[in-house]
């Protein structure tokens, strides 16, 4: 755990370095101190002080929510449908949010007063009430099934998610050729629209998820046992696991509203730390925070520098760089296992 | 200490218990006996408080059970299924911690103590730091057993504890069938309840203190096994006759015919 946060403090300087105008380590140290009134013997420019502060801050600290939030929706996620495999993407927050804003930026032109609006913040607020309504859709369909059982929420998440595909398909058909490029780098995900404001939402949503998670600790180790044992352990089960949607539809719709679609995050991180460390949440839910945002900000420095002075799309990153090592870990783990 | 008084259970319009009534006894082993479809698994369900009766009451002592408050039911009754194999390899040991999930405030040296002292009861102390994906399945059992004697520490010490186990040795062979049995039947007689829903009737005879005989969602026979395994009642309750052999050290066997073919009673709606 000391380790994974050193190494998340080290992706975050180096995220905050790293750029068009190179900032040394030391600069970035004497900044942050300027900035808290500490003076260091480290000289730098107004320039340098600007880019970080303004530029460069607020996307990493954007990058370390979003890994956070998408790590522990994951983490949620495979306590609630008791499968190391499951994605928060699984019950419709991602490509809800994704119908949304496609039909925003595809549709928004033809609604004065919505395009009189700052985009900025009309964009994300469609898209995270698109993510909220879909998973709303699944749930309420899964529970018309009788009680809410994960079965069902499996199986209509499923359906709407290949629903919301559709619609999107739709949405590209009668796009112009401005707008499906709109459409398409919203869906590759960026961090390049982070500012202060953003990232004062995404740690509204990140840190109280986090904090509740941690809480509840124990309860998601019961769940995993099955929904009658942690019942018998005297888990509230029904309110435990709409809270567990309710959580991850929040943190993981804001993440998905202000970055677009970001893969693979959800998944290899829980699973990488599972490996690592078992699968006792109390560890896991603090160390898939750390590991997730520290990914994300590592990918999104990929994403900014491989290519410079092009920006690759960061979900492009995040997939091109996980599935294969994802898949390379899995192989070598089933392989010990099969020896063993 | 638990009655179910004229309970009924209606699922996907079905009857699956029929106004029965059943005492079960303070302490010992009770074994719920049955046909498949007979009602057994909905016992346990009104039992450990998973169901509630559509019709009539489960009592603990004087307090109906739907109105227990679930924390407390938590900390005075447990379950242990039959399987439980899932794709996260827990440390055995905090499996066995999850027990103590209902008993908050308390020190964690003190879990750790009462989760120790279970593994030790049931004979796994040395795979507490093991993962529970290595164990085999009557140990993996046993495990699960050490979590429900956690969970139910203070309770037993009280005197007030209801263990239910639920088809508990349906994957185990022989041996491992019979050691699990035999640590269900220790227990049963060092203060707690124990009330096992089983198929094997060997073994039933062999721990059971109290025998209820179910047949068609209602209660065919309560009473020793001496009483309720006669090859009457037995070939009633699974519509094939069933002859009762006894040895000279007085064991009872079962053995069903064969011929003619059973003919399986259709369960009415």
């Known amino acids: ?340 | 200490m638990i009655r179910l008084e004229h309970v009924s259970v209606v699922r996907s319009g079905r009857r699956i218990l029929n106004s029965l009534d059943l005492t079960l006894a303070d302490g010992g082993v009770t074994v719920v006996l049955g046909a498949n479809g007979a009602g057994k698994s909905s016992i346990v369900r009104l039992i450990s408080g998973e169901w509630r009766p559509d019709e009539g009451e489960v009592w603990w002592g004087n307090t109906r059970l739907s109105r227990m408050p679930r924390m407390e039911l938590a900390r005075r009754r447990a379950v242990v299924s039959q399987h439980h194999h899932h794709g996260f390899a827990f440390r055995v040991l905090d499996l066995v911690l999850l027990g103590r999930l209902p008993h908050t405030g308390q020190p964690e040296h003190d879990h750790l103590a009462i989760a120790g002292a279970a593994l030790e009861h049931v004979g796994l102390a040395d795979f507490a730091d093991r993962s529970i994906n290595t164990l085999s399945g009557g140990e993996r059992q046993r495990v699960h057993l050490a979590r429900a004697l956690a969970q139910l520490h203070e309770a037993r010490a009280e005197g007030r504890g209801l263990l239910v186990l639920d088809e508990p040795t349906a994957h185990l062979d022989l041996a491992r069938q019979h050691h699990f049995l035999q640590l269900a039947h220790d227990l049963a007689h060092e203060g707690l309840a124990v009330v096992v829903v089983l198929h094997d009737l060997h073994a039933a005879a062999d721990i059971a203190d109290h025998i209820a005989l179910l047949r068609g969602g209602r209660l065919l026979a309560y009473g020793s096994a001496e009483h309720v395994l006669t090859p009457a009642l037995l070939s009633d309750a699974y519509t094939c006759r069933i002859e009762r052999v006894r040895d000279d050290a007085g064991r009872l066997f079962f053995i069903p015919h064969r011929h003619p073919q059973p003919a399986l009673e259709r369960i009415q709606p």
């Not at chain 1, 460069?56 to 990058?63: K, Q, S």
């Not at chain 1, 898939?288 to 994403?303: E, I, K, N």
């Open chain 1, 1 to 340: 755990m000391p380790l994974l946060a050193m190494a998340l403090l080290g992706v975050m300087v180096a995220g905050l370095s790293v750029g068009a105008v190179a900032i040394p380590p030391s600069g970035v140290v004497a900044i942050l101190a300027g900035e808290l009134g500490v003076s260091t013997p480290w000289i730098y420019s107004e320039r340098e002080a600007l880019v970080l502060l303004q530029l460069r801050a607020p996307r990493v600290l954007a990058g370390v929510l979003t890994g956070a939030a998408l790590a522990l929706g994951g983490v949620l996620m495979q306590a609630l449908f008791r499968n190391p495999l499951a994605d928060p993407a699984l019950i419709g927050v991602s490509s809800g949010a994704a119908m949304a804003a496609s039909g925003f930026m595809v549709l928004g032109t033809t609604v004065p007063w919505l395009s009189a609006l700052p985009s900025v913040w009309t964009l994300p607020a469609a898209a995270f009430l698109g993510g909220l309504t879909v998973t709303l859709v699944v749930t309420r369909i899964a529970r018309m099934m009788g009680e809410t059982r994960v079965e069902h929420l499996l199986l209509a998440g499923i359906a709407v998610n290949a629903l919301a595909g559709a619609v999107i398909g739709l949405l590209m058909l009668i796009a112009n050729d401005a707008q499906l490029r709109e459409v398409a780098f919203w869906s590759f995900g960026s961090l390049g629209r982070a500012d202060w404001p953003v990232v004062g939402v995404l740690a509204l949503t990140a840190l109280p998820m986090l904090v509740i998670s941690l809480s509840i600790h124990a309860r998601l180790n019961a769940l995993l046992l099955g929904e009658s044992e942690a019942a018998f352990l005297g888990v509230p089960v029904e309110a435990l696991k709409r809270g567990l949607l309710a959580f991850t539809c929040i943190a993981v719709g804001a993440a998905v509203a202000f970055t677009g679609l970001i893969g693979f995050i959800g998944l290899v991180v829980p699973h990488l730390i599972r490996l690592i460390a078992g699968p006792d949440h109390r560890g896991l839910i603090p160390a898939s925070a750390l590991l997730g945002g520290a990914l994300l900000t590592l990918a999104d420095l990929f994403a900014r520098t491989a290519a410079a002075p092009v920006e690759l799309p960061i979900g492009l990153v995040t997939a091109l760089l996980g599935a294969p090592f994802f898949l390379v870990l899995l192989v070598r783990d089933r392989r010990a296992e099969a020896i063993r």
